[in-house]
């Protein structure tokens, strides 16, 4: 045996991933361990429910006069409103961190279906491994 330096290679297969607007490396397996929430797409939509919530207290009349208000465009203001008008389970998809792979805040703000059923089908969601806990149901009674 020599008492030369032995070198130990080891191989980690890594992705980069687009997360939140910026990027992180991803091990196999991960994603399926990990909640992963896109700060980016919370905002947006909290964004959006708080802003329609000022439009129908009668905050402000209009889109441009919140638009206005908070200092933003009003087409993109109208863009991001368009949020409020996703699936309720969608919505807390995003929330959990358990949106669909490759849902993006701009491919969000493209205009997508109004019903339900055909969102779900342009964004599908993951299907089993849920990270998240669920609340328990309440009971029913027979």
Known sequence: MSDAAQTLTVVIPLRVKPRGGRKAMVAPGVLALERRQDITL?????????????????????INELAAAEKINSS?????????????????????????????????????????????????????GDPVPRRPSAPTLA
């Open 42 to 62: 919370i905002k947006a939509v909290a964004r959006a429910f708080r802003w329609r919530r000022m439009l129908e207290s009668g905050r402000f009349a209009t």
């Open 76 to 128: 993109y203001v109208s863009r991001v409103l368009r949020l409020t008008l996703l699936a309720p389970d969608i919505v807390e998809a995003i929330l959990d961190g358990r949106q669909p792979e490759g849902m993006t805040l701009p491919g969000l703000l493209e205009p997508s279906p109004p019903e339900w059923e055909q969102q779900r089908a342009q964004w599908p969601l993951p299907v089993g």
